[in-house]
């Protein structure tokens, strides 16, 4: 009987970090659709893909492509 409980409170425990987690990534991606609709068309669907594919990895790396962009069209205005 203990160690059923034991078992069910670890599972919980993993169940409540998880649901914060998701939480911050929903919040996360609410800033980064504001960060799309004030940028161009092109970021939106591929920083959507990004998103799909999920985790901080990609976003890390969709705000580094989305720098590259920003430093290219400033250089063209040049």
Do not use: D
């Amino acid at each position: 009987m203990q160690e059923e409980g034991g078992r069910r409170e670890e599972a919980g425990g993993r169940k409540k970090e998880a649901g914060e987690r998701k939480e911050e990534v929903e919040e996360r991606r609410q800033e980064e659709g504001r960060r799309r609709q004030e940028g161009g068309g092109r970021r939106k669907e591929e920083g959507g893909r990004r998103e799909e594919a999920g985790g901080r990895k990609k976003e890390a790396g969709g705000r580094r492509q989305e720098e590259g962009r920003r430093r290219q069209q400033e250089g063209r205005r040049r």
